[in-house]
């Protein structure tokens, strides 16, 4: 069975292997892998040593954007989020109910965003502290451009949270040469095609907050950052089959090519199934020249047969697991780009989707 979804990732048989040992977080063999870790994802972030540290935290993206919220943003700050989709709705709600003030920036759903209209905003409202920018759009598809909105924000004197939880791994990022970044969040299970199970935040170091100011000793980066810092290793218990397996993925990423060579194979990934999809007379949500390489959403057939949860019961009978839920304001289904995929697999994900739809009776194939 592949996992066509824009993570959790399908992994490599050997990423999996690496879960089937007891781990004890605390002995010292962990210890390395763990310290190892650290340093390899600080390097790939293009982090500096002293200025940056790369901070594990168990658990899911979620949990990670919210701990970089509290433990970046003081209260009284503010965070300018430009409406990329469903994951910068959610990155506000987090903001909002740890207590910080969240504004949203309508911008077109279907377009990167314009760093013009994030300067214009930051120029009208001295008050912004942050930007809050989600990298690659899982809701659209649309990968929006750090450096260019990061430039606009620097130059202004402001900072910036990047939710790269389904770019990291794959799309460029250099922390070195982005100082406004405070942080940058990301987990293991999808461009870097580990498991589900830890999440990760690079920070600079010197913009956390006072220990104890997060309102949350969970979420407290400034407290995990201090732990390690004082020579203890994890705060409170990691997810080491998850680290152990993450070792290996990384291992697989470098001997790929790096994110460029993910890049490439992603990119190959996508249109194979943008074209295909095309081919079997869908609609894709967004124009070739927008779709970014990691999600591609399709919009619902017209048909009256059309049952979401029905047709992806068909596909994975076939094979493949696609999500039966959407992220986009109009019905939808999506595919992922990403995980241990080839082409060849995407070419035949599209024959597999192509007999579901027979099968449940799609003969209206465009959107409504
Ligand atoms: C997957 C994802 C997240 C985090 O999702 P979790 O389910 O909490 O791991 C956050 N942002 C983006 C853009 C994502 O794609």
Known sequence: MKLLIPGPVTTHRSVRAALTHDIAPWDPDFRAVYHGLRVRLLRLAGGQDGVHAALPLPGCGHFVTEAAIRSLIPSGGRLLVPLTGAYADRMIRLAREAGRDAVPLPIAADQPTDP??????????????????VYSETGSGVVHDP??????????????????????????????AQPEISAVVFTANKCLEGVPGSAFAI???????TVGRAGSWSFDLADVAARLAGGDGARFTPAPQVLAALVVALDRLDAEGGPPARLARYRANMRALYNGMCGLGLTPLLPPAVQGPIVLNIDAPADPAWDLQAFVAAVKR????ISNFYNTPRPSFRLGCIGALRPADMRRAVTAIGAALDEIGIRQRKAA
């Open 147 to 176: 450096a260019a909105i990061g430039a606009e924000a620097r130059a202004l004197g402001r900072q910036m949270i990047v939710d790269a939880v389904s770019a990291f791994g794959a799309l460029p990022l250099d922390l070195a």
């Open 116 to 133: 013009a209209a994030v300067r214009r905003a930051l120029l009208a409202d001295p008050g912004l502290s942050h930007v809050g920018l």
């Open 203 to 209: 920070v600079r170091t010197d913009r956390l907050l």
């Open 318 to 321: 076939r094979g493949f697991v």
